[in-house]
């Protein structure tokens, strides 16, 4: 079962969510007519569990849009998740990843990753632009990249100015993760724009640090293996944890018929036509989700005719 739990420790300033993606994983894992290798498949899942952590943890009304540009055979990974949790995910590959390979081999062999996090609002106020936050693929220490987490807890210590521990954990069945956050203390504020003379002061309470001792010694396999209640149990039992109204996330895409169409538009009527010409129709494969839109010689006519509507003949494939 899906689902996405907030808490909070009762009087500390620390809050967390976790997320448990089982179905709606398995399906996005099935949409693809190619499946990607394993060690891919494992990060994808991981990225969609922390897009969703994260997207749940700042309540954003607009897409929270985690990607990674690599220097190695995957060029770019992406997670995107929506203010109700819906989340997608795809990749592109552009050379062979070695088995077994850890995200250094995959993402960072010349050291020159980077992973971007990108809020865009659902409703633009004229002139705004999306929020774009980018670190490199490295953690504070400059270490080989070994996990996902290092580099997240390495952008919201830059971001937010507030430490967080992170775990995350996918294979083929399950995708995972939990985040645990230090709050601005009564009295402290937000440390954010105050300087970088107040990192020396991240990670002092002694609470939190309590708390990310014993979330540290929660293990991949039981992140996975464990329902969520049965987790925050076995790593909190001492603690006073507030749990919230579960949410369910779910596997959703935004592409759309008219969507592509727009894109077709944009090309113009001489690359459209001469993409007829090529190969007989204009087919466009959605990466997230596999589904796929075709439009022939009479749906581009018709598109690029003054004061005429999409013919409603063209059917979008599955």
């Not at 996918?170 to 993760?177: E, L, Y």
């Not at 603690?239 to 894109?263: N, Y």
């Not at 204009?282 to 439009?295: I, W």
Request: proline fraction near 6%; glycine fraction near 10%.
């Amino acid at each position: 079962m899906d689902r996405c739990i907030k808490f909070l420790f009762e009087g500390l300033p620390v809050r967390g969510v976790l997320v448990r993606l089982e179905g709606s994983w398995q399906e996005s894992l099935g949409r693809r007519a190619e499946p990607h290798p394993a060690e891919l498949r494992g990060l994808l899942g991981e990225m969609a569990a922390a897009a969703v952590l994260m997207q749940s943890n700042i309540k954003f009304n607009g897409a929270l849009i985690l990607q990674v540009f690599g220097d190695g055979p995957v060029k770019l990974a992406v997670a995107e998740a929506q203010p109700d949790l819906n989340f997608r995910v795809t990749a592109k590959l552009v050379g062979e990843v070695p088995g077994g390979a850890q995200l250094e081999a995959m993402l960072n062999v010349h050291g020159q990753g980077r992973c971007a996090i990108t809020l865009d609002p659902k409703d633009r106020l004229p002139g705004q632009q999306p929020y774009q936050g980018v670190v490199p693929l490295h953690g504070d220490q400059r270490e080989p990249l070994q996990r996902l987490e290092q580099v997240l807890e390495h952008y919201m210590l830059q971001s937010e100015q507030l430490d967080t521990r992170l775990v995350l954990a996918a294979d083929d069945r399950v995708a995972a993760g939990l985040l645990i956050q230090r709050l601005p203390v009564e009295g402290e504020g937000n440390l954010e724009g105050q300087g970088a003379r107040n990192e020396d002061e991240i990670g002092i309470h002694e609470g939190f640090n309590r708390i990310a001792m014993l979330t540290a010694t929660l293990t991949r396999e039981e992140l996975i293996g464990l329902e969520p209640e049965v987790v925050l149990r076995r790593l909190f039992w001492e603690e006073q944890v507030r749990l919230f109204e579960p949410q369910a996330p779910r596997f959703a895409c935004t592409c759309s018929r008219e969507r592509v169409r727009g894109m077709l538009l944009g090309l113009g009527r001489e690359e459209s036509d001469s993409l007829i010409a090529e190969r007989g129709e204009v087919e466009v494969g959605c990466e997230f989700c596999g589904a796929m839109y075709r439009f022939d010689a009479v749906d581009v006519g018709e598109m690029f005719t003054p004061g005429r509507e999409l013919p409603p003949g063209s059917v979008q494939v599955q």
